[in-house]
Structures are given as C-alpha cells and as structure tokens.
Nanobody, 125 residues
C-alpha cells in the first residue's frame, strides 16, 4: 500500500514562508493528482490545493489563493506546498493526499485518498 509522508511543519511567525513536502512510497503521483488539505482542531478537513490536470491550472482554496503554490518533483516522487504570507490562525494539520483524474475539480475530502499522517504548522502573531 502506498504511503504518503508529510514533513516541513513547525513554528513560524505570521508573514513567514514555509514549504511542506510529501514523499510517496510508490509511484502514486504518476496516475493521480496530488493535493493538500488542512484541518484545524474541532473543524472539518478543508481543501487547500490540487495539482492541475491537462490544460487546467492548479486549484486553490480562496483563502490561500495567491499565497500558496503546489508543485512536484517527479524524480524525488515528492509533492510540495509552498506557503507564503502565513496568517496567525488556528493551528491546522496539513495533509497530503491524491485524487483521481475523473474527480478533478472536486474539493470534497471523500473524493481524495489515501492520506498522510499530517504535519502541523503553528503560526504565531
């Protein structure tokens, strides 16, 4: 079974930048679209970003558009989430996941999987 392992979280200041990484144990990214979600304590898991497909650009949640960028390094079998201008808000866990090409455009967590264990990003003001 393919495993996704996130890294790069930690403690940062508001306005800082952080890059999260997601390493896959298999070539899952060859046949699906990598994506990121986040979940704050007591809240639902929410969509953050998904890689684009064919002629479509990556999709981003409105709350992160213009500040976050999803990318990948196929040679390293790794997906990244570059986050800039971080805001001091609830400290969410960021999760790496994938979705099938047929469900591109969906932001529902039920259309994504498998999931990594998550990495926490704490932004202080």
């Amino acid at each position: 079974q393919v495993q996704l392992v996130e890294s790069g979280g930690g403690f940062v200041q508001a306005g800082d930048s952080v890059r999260l990484s997601c390493a896959a144990s298999g070539r899952i990214f060859d046949n699906s679209l990598p994506a990121w979600f986040r979940q704050a304590p007591g809240k639902e898991r929410e969509f953050v970003a998904v890689e684009g497909w064919r002629d479509s650009s990556p999709l981003y949640a409105d709350s992160v558009k213009g500040r976050f960028t999803i990318s990948r390094d196929d040679a390293k079998n790794t997906v990244y989430l570059q986050m800039t201008s971080l805001k001091a808000e609830a400290t969410p866990l960021y999760y790496c996941t994938t979705t099938q090409f047929s469900t591109f455009g969906s932001t529902a967590a039920s259309d994504f999987g498998p999931w990594g264990q998550g990495t926490q990003v704490t932004v202080s003001s």
